[in-house]
C-alpha cells in the first residue's frame, strides 16, 4: 500500500527580529500545517503560521527540560508521513551550529527529503549590531565561527592553537555559546593573541532587549560578569573591532 508523503522544511528563522526572515521562510512558515519551533525563535515569528497549523516548541536551551533529539525526529517523520507539510523552524540559520545538521542527516536517513531554507546566523547580526565588518579588508582576512559550548582542557577546540592561528592569520573569531566558558576560552585564547586584543560580546542580537559590551580579551570574563550579560550572547574577538574601543560602557542599541 503506497503511504501519503508530505513534506519537510527545515528553516532558519534568523536572530530573532521578524524583519530578518528571508522571503523564503515567511512562505515557508505560512505554509506549515504542523510547526515546531526551537525555542530561541520569537512569538512574532510564530504569529506568521496560519490559525490551523499545529505549533509544538521543542526547544533545547542550557539545562532546561527539552524535547529529545530522538523525540523530534520521530516527530518529524510520522508528521511527514502522515502527510503533513513540517515545518523545522530553528533559530539563525538551522546549519549554523543547533544541531541542524545531525538533524538532517538523521530525516534524510530515514528516506524523508528535507528542503533547506537558510537564515541570518546570530555571529553576522551581532556584527550588524556592532556596526563591524568582520572581515574589514584592513584588519582582517577571514572570520571563523566557533562554538564555547562543551569546553574543556581536554576536548573541544584548542582555544591556544585557534589564538595562535587568529592572530597570525588576522582572522576574526565570533563564538557561539561562549558565556558559559567565557574564562576558560579567555585565558586559553590569551596564550596564543595578545591580550589587548578588541572584543565585544552582543547580547539578543537584532531584538528590542538587545544589548552590547566591548572590551578587551583580558576583560572579556569581567565584562560579562559586569554586565550580567545572559545567553544567549555572540563574543566578537578582533581587530575588526578597534574602532569601536572608545565606547567602553555597555550601550543598548535599537535595532533599525
Ligand atoms: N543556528 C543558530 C545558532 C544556534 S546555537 C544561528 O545560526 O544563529 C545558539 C547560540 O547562538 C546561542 O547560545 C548564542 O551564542 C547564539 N545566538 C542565537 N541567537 C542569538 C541572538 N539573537 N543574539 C546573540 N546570540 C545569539
Known amino acids: 500500500m503506497s503511504q501519503a508523503h508530505g513534506t519537510c522544511i527545515l528553516v532558519g528563522a534568523g536572530p530573532g527580529n521578524p524583519d530578518l526572515l528571508t522571503v523564503q521562510a515567511i512562505r515557508a512558515i505560512q505554509s506549515a500545517t504542523v510547526l515546531l519551533p526551537d525555542d530561541l525563535v520569537s512569538p512574532d515569528i510564530l504569529a506568521l503560521a496560519s490559525p490551523t497549523a499545529c505549533i509544538t516548541p521543542v526547544g533545547k536551551r542550557c539545562g532546561r527540560a527539552s524535547t529529545p533529539q530522538e523525540v523530534i525526529e520521530h516527530m ?33 536517513a530515514a528516506g524523508i527529503a528535507v528542503s533547506v531554507v ?78 589587548d586584543t578588541p572584543a565585544a560580546i552582543v547580547e539578543n542580537a537584532s531584538l528590542p532587549q538587545q544589548r552590547h559590551a566591548v572590551c578587551t580579551l583580558a576583560t572579556l570574563s569581567a565584562t560579562l560578569q559586569q554586565h550580567k550579560l545572559h545567553s544567549p550572547c555572540i563574543i566578537v574577538v578582533g581587530h575588526v573591532l578597534q574602532g569601536l574601543q572608545g565606547l567602553q560602557a555597555l550601550s543598548p542599541i535599537t535595532p533599525p
Open 118 to 195: 537558510h537564515g541570518i546566523t546570530a555571529g553576522v547580526a551581532a556584527a550588524g549590531a556592532l556596526g563591524t565588518p568582520l572581515t574589514h579588508r584592513h584588519h582582517a582576512h577571514g572570520v571563523v565561527f566557533v562554538t564555547g559550548h562543551a569546553t574543556s582542557a581536554s576536548t573541544g577546540v584548542d582555544w591556544q592553537a585557534l589564538g595562535q592561528v587568529a592572530h597570525q592569520s588576522k582572522l576574526t573569531l565570533v563564538i557561539y555559546m561562549g558565556v558559559q566558558a567565557a574564562s576558560h576560552i579567555q585565558s586559553q585564547l590569551q596564550r596564543g593573541m595578545p591580550a
Open 76 to 108: 518529524i517523520i510520522s508528521a511527514v508521513r502522515a502527510g503533513e507539510t513540517v515545518v523545522r523552524l530553528k533559530g539563525g540559520d538551522p546549519c549554523v551550529f543547533g544541531r541542524g545538521g545531525e538533524e538532517l542527516d538523521r530525516l534524510r
